[in-house]
C-alpha cells in the first residue's frame, strides 16, 4: 500500500493558515466570541434591565464571585459602569471586592465622581496600585485627579518609576488643560530610521501603547518634526527613510491648552489624534478622539448645569453636598426675592396711600369729570343736526 500523500491545493493552504493564526488574530477572535455570547444587559428605555440587576445583586448577596465574573467582568467598561450606578450604595464596594483582580478599573471612569471616590477608598491599595499600573495614563489620572493630595501622594510614592514620573507631570499640568487629558504612551522614532527599522521595532518592544494609528517623529532633543500613518508605514519599502514618508504636523495641541479648544480642534480639522507639546515643541504626549468626545459630553453637560444654577453637582451626591454645591445660587435666588418683595411693598404703600379720604375725592373728581366732545350736548347726550 503506497504511503499517503499530504493534501495539497487550497486544503493545505488553509491548514497553514490556521496554523500561522497570529496571537492579536487570537486575540480577536476570542474578543468577537465573547462579544456574540454577552447578554443586552438593557431594557428598551436604555437602562440596567431590573432581571440583569437583580441577578447581579443576589450574586452579591451570597458571594458568588464565579456568576460576576462570569456575567459582569466580561462586559465593557461602560457597561460596568452602568451596572456599578444602578447598585444601592453598600453593593458597589461589595461588588469590586468580589471581582477582586478581573475587576477592570477602566470603568470607574464612566461613573459619577462621588461613586469613583466611595469605591476607590473601599479598595486595598496593593489592589488599586496594581490596577492603575495596567492603566493607560490618561485614564489613571482621571481616577488620581479626584483624591486628596496626601492620598494621592500615597499612591504615585508606591508606584514604579517610570509609571510616577509619567503620571506626575501630567498632573502638573492645569485641571481641565489637554496635558491632564493626553496619553504619554505613544511612538516616536528618528527620522533617519527606514521604514523597515520602525517596522522591526514595533514588533520587538513590548513597551508600546496598546493600540495607534500613527508614529511620531522626533530629534535627539524630542521636538516634534512631523508623523507618519501606519498605512503609509505598511505600503513603503523597507529601506526608505522615514523623513521621506513623514507628514508635517500642522496642528499639534499645547499641553496647557484648554481641554474645550483642544476639542475645538479636532472639530475643526477632523482629527483622529493630535500630538501634544510644552512650550518648547517637545512632545510629551498624544491626545485621542475618544478623549475629545468624553470632553465634549462633559462640557455639554456643565453647561445646561450651569443653566439650572446647579453646579458640578451629581445624582449620585448626598444631601449635604448637594446643598454645599447650590448655596451659593440659592442665597443669590433668596437675596432676589427678597428685593422683589421690598419692590413690590413699596408700590403696596403708594396705593394705600391713594385710599385715604382726601385722595380718593380728587380722584374721583378728577376721573368722574366728563369732557366735552362736540358731538354731545350738555347733558351727555348726544346732539342732534338738522
Same mark, same amino acid.
Given at each position: 500500500?503506497?504511503?499517503?500523500?499530504?493534501?495539497?491545493?487550497?486544503?493545505?493552504?488553509?491548514?497553514?493558515?490556521?496554523?500561522?493564526?497570529?496571537?492579536?488574530?487570537?486575540?480577536?477572535?476570542?474578543?468577537?466570541?465573547?462579544?456574540?455570547?454577552?447578554?443586552?444587559?438593557?431594557?428598551?428605555?436604555?437602562?440596567?434591565?431590573?432581571?440583569?440587576?437583580?441577578?447581579?445583586?443576589?450574586?452579591?448577596?451570597?458571594?458568588?464571585?464565579?456568576?460576576?465574573?462570569?456575567?459582569?467582568?466580561?462586559?465593557?467598561?461602560?457597561?460596568?459602569?452602568?451596572?456599578?450606578?444602578?447598585?444601592?450604595?453598600?453593593?458597589?464596594?461589595?461588588?469590586?471586592?468580589?471581582?477582586?483582580?478581573?475587576?477592570?478599573?477602566?470603568?470607574?471612569?464612566?461613573?459619577?465622581?462621588?461613586?469613583?471616590?466611595?469605591?476607590?477608598?473601599?479598595?486595598?491599595?496593593?489592589?488599586?496600585?496594581?490596577?492603575?499600573?495596567?492603566?493607560?495614563?490618561?485614564?489613571?489620572?482621571?481616577?488620581?485627579?479626584?483624591?486628596?493630595?496626601?492620598?494621592?501622594?500615597?499612591?504615585?510614592?508606591?508606584?514604579?518609576?517610570?509609571?510616577?514620573?509619567?503620571?506626575?507631570?501630567?498632573?502638573?499640568?492645569?485641571?481641565?488643560?489637554?496635558?491632564?487629558?493626553?496619553?504619554?504612551?505613544?511612538?516616536?522614532?528618528?527620522?533617519?530610521?527606514?521604514?523597515?527599522?520602525?517596522?522591526?521595532?514595533?514588533?520587538?518592544?513590548?513597551?508600546?501603547?496598546?493600540?495607534?494609528?500613527?508614529?511620531? !517623529? /522626533? $530629534?535627539?532633543?524630542? %521636538? +516634534?518634526? &512631523?508623523?507618519?500613518?501606519? @498605512?503609509?508605514?505598511?505600503?513603503?519599502?523597507?529601506?526608505?527613510?522615514?523623513?521621506?514618508?513623514?507628514?508635517?504636523?500642522?496642528?499639534?495641541?499645547?499641553?496647557?491648552?484648554?481641554?474645550?479648544?483642544?476639542?475645538?480642534?479636532?472639530?475643526?480639522?477632523?482629527?483622529?489624534?493630535?500630538? !501634544? /507639546? $510644552?512650550?518648547?515643541? %517637545? +512632545?510629551? &504626549?498624544?491626545?485621542?478622539? @475618544?478623549?475629545?468626545?468624553?470632553?465634549?459630553?462633559?462640557?455639554?453637560?456643565?453647561?445646561?448645569?450651569?443653566?439650572?444654577?446647579?453646579?458640578?453637582?451629581?445624582?449620585?451626591?448626598?444631601?449635604?453636598?448637594?446643598?454645599?454645591?447650590?448655596?451659593?445660587?440659592?442665597?443669590?435666588?433668596?437675596?432676589?426675592?427678597?428685593?422683589?418683595?421690598?419692590?413690590?411693598?413699596?408700590?403696596?404703600?403708594?396705593?394705600?396711600?391713594?385710599?385715604?379720604?382726601?385722595?380718593?375725592?380728587?380722584?374721583?373728581?378728577?376721573?368722574?369729570?366728563?369732557?366735552?366732545?362736540?358731538?354731545?350736548?350738555?347733558?351727555?347726550?348726544?346732539?342732534?343736526?338738522?
Amino acid at each position: 500500500m503506497g504511503a499517503v500523500s499530504e493534501p495539497r491545493g487550497q486544503d493545505c493552504v488553509a491548514d497553514r493558515k490556521v496554523f500561522r493564526m497570529s496571537h492579536l488574530d487570537e486575540e480577536l477572535l476570542n474578543q468577537s466570541e465573547t462579544r456574540e455570547q454577552t447578554r443586552d444587559i438593557y431594557d428598551e428605555e436604555g437602562t440596567v434591565s431590573a432581571e440583569f440587576l437583580g441577578g447581579v445583586q443576589q450574586a452579591i448577596a451570597n458571594a458568588d464571585s464565579a456568576f460576576l465574573l462570569d456575567q459582569v467582568a466580561s462586559l465593557h467598561e461602560s457597561e460596568i459602569g452602568d451596572v456599578i450606578e444602578a447598585l444601592d450604595h453598600e453593593s458597589r464596594p461589595e461588588l469590586v471586592r468580589l471581582l477582586g483582580n478581573d475587576f477592570d478599573l477602566t470603568a470607574l471612569t464612566e461613573v459619577d465622581e462621588a461613586i469613583r471616590l466611595n469605591i476607590i477608598e473601599s479598595l486595598p491599595s496593593e489592589q488599586l496600585i496594581s490596577a492603575l499600573s495596567a492603566l493607560d495614563s490618561d485614564d489613571a489620572v482621571y481616577i488620581l485627579e479626584d483624591l486628596a493630595d496626601e492620598e494621592r501622594e500615597g499612591i504615585l510614592a508606591k508606584l514604579p518609576f517610570t509609571e510616577r514620573i509619567r503620571l506626575t507631570r501630567s498632573l502638573d499640568y492645569p485641571e481641565s488643560s489637554a496635558g491632564r487629558r493626553m496619553q504619554t504612551e505613544f511612538v516616536a522614532v528618528p527620522p533617519f530610521w527606514t521604514v523597515g527599522q520602525t517596522i522591526d521595532y514595533m514588533r520587538e518592544d513590548d513597551d508600546l501603547p496598546e493600540s495607534f494609528s500613527q508614529i511620531f !517623529v /522626533v $530629534d535627539p532633543t524630542f %521636538r +516634534l518634526l &512631523g508623523a507618519a500613518d501606519l @498605512d503609509r508605514i505598511l505600503r513603503t519599502k523597507r529601506q526608505t527613510k522615514i523623513e521621506t514618508i513623514m507628514r508635517e504636523t500642522n496642528h499639534p495641541i499645547d499641553a496647557e491648552l484648554d481641554q474645550e479648544e483642544a476639542a475645538q480642534v479636532f472639530e475643526q480639522y477632523d482629527l483622529l489624534s493630535a500630538a !501634544v /507639546v $510644552d512650550n518648547n515643541g %517637545r +512632545l510629551v &504626549g498624544v491626545l485621542t478622539i @475618544d478623549d475629545v468626545v468624553d470632553v465634549i459630553h462633559e462640557e455639554a453637560d456643565e453647561d445646561i448645569k450651569r443653566l439650572g444654577g446647579v453646579g458640578d453637582e451629581e445624582l449620585s451626591d448626598n444631601v449635604m453636598r448637594a446643598v454645599r454645591s447650590r448655596f451659593g445660587w440659592l442665597l443669590i435666588n433668596m437675596a432676589t426675592a427678597f428685593l422683589s418683595a421690598s419692590v413690590i411693598g413699596l408700590f403696596d404703600e403708594f396705593y394705600r396711600s391713594d385710599a385715604r379720604p382726601g385722595r380718593a375725592d380728587a380722584s374721583r373728581g378728577f376721573h368722574g369729570r366728563q369732557c366735552r366732545n362736540p358731538d354731545h350736548d350738555g347733558d351727555g347726550a348726544r346732539a342732534r343736526y338738522p
